[in-house]
């Protein structure tokens, strides 16, 4: 049988070290990265901070209580998006599958390529060397015969770790990994693991599997399959991944807001950016999402308004996020806005609504060339350019990827 | 990565723990002097053990290779991009 030989690349501390590989004054020492200036929840903190107790999604009172010293860094989103797409870069001089698991985390499919480069070992210690030298950070490596296996080995040593589990340690490593270290089992499904006795991986992998089926229903039988390390996905490169569902973008007010005009021109704005990211990778959707996030940060809802036609300009999109906003009461001051548009069809060539209103595609494709070529928002809506100064903060998603529709650019 | 292998000269300093640091190397008819050991690790390859080195000269990122057996270094291969 012949075993797959998959990397798994994970960043330490991502935002955090790459802040302090540009600043030395900050190297060494508690950093923590935040959103925006007027907010107060940590985006990652360096290792030296998480020392002190200092955690993501910590507020900023509570992380300086941990940490009196801590400093803290307005996120710079471009640095990280362009520090992920070099690396994944010098991972594709290895191998052309590697799979883009969110901005600090990858997956290279190597079994194909170690005949060219020589063992894995060596591949990724160079990965290392190359990323440390280019960039100024670390990462920790795992290798393992599949994707669960090598993400589980990469979490084992942090920072500047390498672990290797080979076919044949797998079943005594998973032996006492507890559960909750596997990507995928959250810690509702640990607290039910646990109720049936079951607290490690070796103990899941030996567990009748008829009666985690009973449990679980389908997801049992993929418990089961954890548990005795076994995972057959492959690694999707960009150009293999199946097509986008959603085109989509949110941000974090500088501060709450309740005005309505207030509100509306950042919906322009979400709108306007939404609109040209579908309209560069010619997509178009009938379904617009609207999310609200209030003040007090733990309140939201989410509505959607499919449409009669397929849209991809941007004050259609708009006009569909105002209707949905018009038909609900706002309960607070917000705090996050974002839109979606969803339903898509791929391989739009034509704008659509061309023979409905030719001026107002010809005036977009022509703004759209402009913002090509001088940058985002050169050209926009008069109602955006008298706010220039209070844009709010974008957030990196989790499904950004460094090239393609997912390749989302945030400021 | 650009591959090498050529072999090369390597001044070495054997420290106390069996560790080994390269200090300089000559390499296209140019001493490099070796500013950091970025990472080092050992490779098992039968009866063979290589030690490999990722060093730095300030302008590229080179890794050199000692052949245990043999008593021989090999440049393995060099970045030099920025």
């Known amino acids: 049988m012949t075993h797959r030989t998959i990397l798994h690349i994970d960043m330490n501390a991502f935002f955090a070290s790459v802040e302090q590989a540009l600043n030395p004054a900050l190297r060494d020492k508690p950093v923590a990265v935040i959103g925006s200036a007027k907010r107060t929840v940590i985006t990652t903190s360096s290792y030296e901070a998480r020392r002190y107790g200092v955690k993501t999604g910590m507020a900023v009172w509570e992380a300086r209580r941990c940490c009196p010293d801590l400093i803290l860094i307005v996120g710079d989103n471009r640095r990280y998006t362009h520090t992920s797409t070099g690396i994944v870069r010098m991972m594709r001089d290895y191998t052309p599958l590697v799979e883009v698991f969110s901005i600090d985390e990858a997956f290279m499919d190597m079994t194909g390529s170690l005949r060219l480069f020589g063992p894995a070992k060596n591949i990724a210690m160079l990965l290392k060397s190359r990323i440390r030298r280019r960039f100024g950070i670390t990462c920790s490596i795992g290798i393992a015969p599949n994707k669960m296996l090598a993400k589980l080995a990469s979490d084992m040593e942090k920072p500047d770790g390498l672990t290797i589990i080979r076919p044949e340690m797998v079943a005594s490593v998973l032996e006492k990994v507890p559960v909750g270290d596997m990507c995928g089992i959250g810690r509702k499904t640990v607290r039910v693991l646990r109720l049936l006795g079951i607290t490690t991986c070796g103990e899941l992998g030996r567990f009748p599997v008829d009666i985690l089926k009973k449990r679980f229903g389908i997801v049992g039988e993929h418990l089961h399959r954890m548990g005795k390390g076994i995972d057959e996905s492959p690694v999707i490169p960009a150009e293999q991944a199946e097509p986008v569902k959603s085109v989509g973008h949110s941000m974090t007010l500088e501060r709450d807001i309740e005005r309505r005009e207030d509100i509306l021109r950042y919906l322009l704005q979400l709108s306007e950016k939404v609109g040209r990211r579908a309209r560069r990778y010619g997509v178009s959707g009938r379904t617009v999402h609207l999310q609200v996030r209030y003040a007090d940060f733990f309140s939201s809802f989410s509505r959607q308004q499919t449409l009669p036609d397929y849209v991809n300009l941007s004050d259609e999109i708009y006009r569909a996020a105002v209707g949905i906003l018009d038909s609900v009461t706002l309960e607070q001051p917000v705090r996050l806005l974002g839109i979606s548009l969803s339903g898509l069809r791929h391989g739009e060539t034509q704008l659509p609504l061309f023979s409905e209103n030719p001026r107002k595609v010809s005036a977009t494709q022509a703004m759209d060339q402009v913002n090509d070529r001088y940058g985002d928002f050169s050209v926009t809506f008069g109602t955006l350019h008298a706010v220039d100064e209070e844009k709010g903060s974008f957030v990196i998603s989790p499904a950004w990827r460094p090239e393609g529709i997912r390749c989302v650019d945030v400021e | ?82």
């Open chain 2, 1 to 82: 990565m650009e591959r090498i292998g050529e072999p090369v000269r390597v001044a070495v300093i054997f420290t106390p723990g069996r560790n080994i640091r390269p200090v300089w190397f000559d390499w296209k008819r140019r001493k490099h002097t070796v500013l950091e050991t970025t990472y080092s690790w050992p490779e098992k390859a039968g009866d063979k053990l290589f030690l490999h080195f990722a060093v730095v000269d300030g302008e590229a990122l080179y890794e050199l290779v000692y052949d245990t057996l043999e008593q021989s270094w090999t440049l393995n291969g060099v970045e030099a991009e920025p």
